[in-house]
């Protein structure tokens, strides 16, 4: 899975989005992958700022990686994007 967060306006939500492509599979393996990453993006979104934009792009691999995977991969991106942004200093 690759990744992309960033800060936007506060004023707007938080808001998670998914790119799920055909080389996941048919349209039924990518959309159980989507609902997966859903639950999986659902638990956490009270850890995400107000305004921030996070993408999740489901590599072909993710239809066979099973739920705890999955999950250790988004916490594990989800870090990786964070120190990325305070690197760039487009946290407050």
């Known amino acids: 899975m690759a990744h992309s967060l960033r800060d936007t306006d506060d004023a707007h939500a938080t808001r998670v989005g998914f790119i799920v492509s055909k080389a996941v599979g048919n349209a039924v393996v990518r959309n159980r992958t ?20 996070f993408v999740v792009r489901a ?16 916490d594990e991106l989800l870090v990786k994007a964070r120190r990325k942004l305070d690197r760039r200093g487009r946290r407050a």
């Open 34 to 53: 989507k609902r997966r990453l859903r639950e999986i993006m659902r638990v956490r979104l009270d850890e995400l700022s107000a305004g921030e934009l």
């Open 59 to 74: 590599l072909p691999h993710a239809a066979e990686a099973d739920f705890s995977s999955l999950e250790a991969e988004v």
